[in-house]
Nanobody, 123 residues
Framework: VQLQASGGGLVNSGGSLRLSCAASGFSLYYYVIGWFRQAPGKEREGVSC????????YYLDSVKGRFTISRDNAKNTVYLQIDDLKPEDTAVYYC?????????????????WGQGTLVTVSS
């Protein structure tokens, strides 16, 4: 059973990335999936999450209009499209899953975490 985040990299300010959260050994269909990030010296914060029941979503205020979360159940993957990247978006990005169907932005509400992927935005 594994949850793996990928797609990070070094980009210029204003650039775009698509992060992927892929599952192996189980189906993401049954879980709420959240994307979190943690910058050096800062607490982990929830940036976006998507429900498994009605595809309701949550976005952190500072990323609204720039980040888009989506799921592809056929590929067993959840994506985070990040546009108009800013230096303050620099962080390690993690995906995580939680039982149930309600979206939550709080890390402690999530039950299983994957390894992170580093996003670095240069000004």
């Amino acid at each position: 059973v594994q949850l793996q985040a990928s797609g990070g990299g070094l980009v210029n300010s204003g650039g775009s990335l698509r992060l992927s959260c892929a599952a192996s050994g189980f189906s993401l269909y049954y879980y709420v999936i959240g994307w979190f990030r943690q910058a050096p010296g800062k607490e982990r914060e929830g940036v976006s999450c998507i429900s498994n029941s009605d595809d309701s979503t949550y976005y952190l205020d500072s990323v609204k209009g720039r980040f888009t979360i989506s799921r592809d159940n056929a590929k067993n993957t959840v994506y985070l499209q990040i546009d108009d990247l800013k230096p303050e978006d620099t962080a390690v990005y993690y995906c995580a899953l939680r039982w149930g169907s309600t979206v939550h932005s709080t890390a402690r509400m999530y039950n299983y975490w994957g390894q992170g992927t580093l996003v670095t935005v240069s000004s």
